[in-house]
């Protein structure tokens, strides 16, 4: 079966400290595509950060980088110098090469300033 | 940049009735795919279209059926509405021909509330 696991329903990370998401998944697949998705109150989904699977090299968009370990199918995502705007829910989403995007349960991040 | 467009962006229709949400994809995306997010819950793919064909089919009811129009508009077709239909719907799209084939792009939603 193909899925993804959020453990962290919720975290909280003050303002301009760091603040790490985790993600698993399982799959027989070689080849695949993951991605973050944030979808803040006004329930936009918004794409994050994206990550090829044969790619080993981890993923960089300014304050988001990912921790993608393909052994371990761990998909970890790191905010650095949180922002207020940050709050959202984060979901952990995959491709697992089937077009579909199988999401994770989210995590709600709230931002203590 | 152009986004997905999806409209109405908020729809109240009764029990049984009938809703069409629509959604314009992305200036030269070829595929668009439609989600359902319940209240609390993660999107669940409905359905895939590519070059106007269906590509991929998820947990979507009998009640709905959708298609892709010529100039890549999709629209999901929802009958014999239920009460658990409430819920966000999304349409995403993305570009098989250019980098990046595999992102998809999410419209803003239609609100769907059945009374």
């Known amino acids: 079966a193909q899925t993804v696991t959020q453990s962290q329903p919720e975290m909280s990370v003050q303002e301009a400290e760091t603040v790490t998401l985790s993600c698993t998944y399982d799959?027989?697949?070689?080849?695949?595509?993951l991605f973050w998705y944030k979808q803040p109150p006004s329930r936009q989904m918004i794409l994050v950060i994206r990550q090829e699977a044969y790619k080993q090299q981890n993923a960089t968009e300014n304050r988001f980088s990912v921790n993608f370990q393909k052994a371990a199918k761990s998909f970890s995502l790191k905010i650095s110098d949180s922002q207020l705007g940050d709050a959202a829910m984060y979901f952990c989403?995959?491709?697992?090469?089937?077009?579909?995007?199988?999401f994770g349960t989210g995590t709600r991040l709230t931002i203590i300033p | 940049a152009a986004g997905v467009i999806q409209s109405p962006r908020h729809l109240i229709k009764e029990k049984r009735e009938t809703a069409t949400l629509k959604c314009y994809p992305i200036p030269r995306h070829d595929t668009v795919y439609w989600y359902q997010q319940g209240p609390g819950q993660d999107p669940q793919f409905l359905i895939s279209f590519y070059e106007k064909m269906q590509s991929d089919k998820g947990s979507i009811p009998d009640r709905f059926s959708a298609q892709q129009f010529s100039d890549y508009h999709s629209e999901l077709n929802m009958s014999s509405l239920e009460l658990g239909d409430s819920a966000l719907y999304f349409c995403?799209?993305?570009?098989?021909?250019?980098?990046?084939?595999?992102?998809?792009?999410f419209g803003p939603g239609t609100r769907l509330t059945v009374l």
């Open positions: 799959t027989s697949e070689s080849d695949y595509y």
């Open positions: 995403a799209s993305s570009s098989r021909g250019g980098d990046a084939t595999d992102t998809q792009y």
């Open positions: 989403t995959v491709n697992f090469g089937n077009e579909k995007l199988t």
